[in-house]
Nanobody, 125 residues
């Protein structure tokens, strides 16, 4: 059974930092795309960052320069380092993994087969 388990969320003041972790079990994802999404109350789930299988990364414009996605394939874990946090970053953050090797919807939830349960990040002003 494949599981993704996020951790590291919490309450932080604006300008602060947090690091989220997502540990995968049940299969390895070293050759697959892994990503972070977030969902604020009343809003749709939105793309935050992607870690491509070859090591390249892509970010949403809203987090570029502030967030860093990385992975440790030996630990089957992906991370999201968030710095200079803003109140508008408040959301439930989800990690996701895709088994697809091609596609055109990488920035949309429908491309991903596995999801974590989510971790709350709250940024106070």
């Amino acid at each position: 059974q494949v599981q993704l388990v996020e951790s590291g969320g919490g309450l932080v003041q604006a300008g602060g930092s947090l690091r989220l972790s997502c540990a995968a079990s049940g299969r390895t994802f070293s050759d697959n795309v892994m990503a972070w999404f977030r969902q604020a109350p009343g809003k749709e789930r939105e793309f935050v960052a992607i870690s491509w299988s070859g090591g390249r990364t892509t970010y949403a414009d809203s987090v570029k320069g502030r967030f860093t996605i990385s992975r440790d394939n030996a630990k089957n874990t992906v991370y999201l380092r968030m710095s200079t946090l803003k109140p508008e970053d408040t959301a439930v953050y989800y990690c996701a993994a895709s088994t697809a090797t091609s596609g055109a919807a990488w920035y949309y939830p429908r491309q991903y087969d596995y999801w974590g349960q989510g971790t709350q990040v709250t940024v106070s002003s």
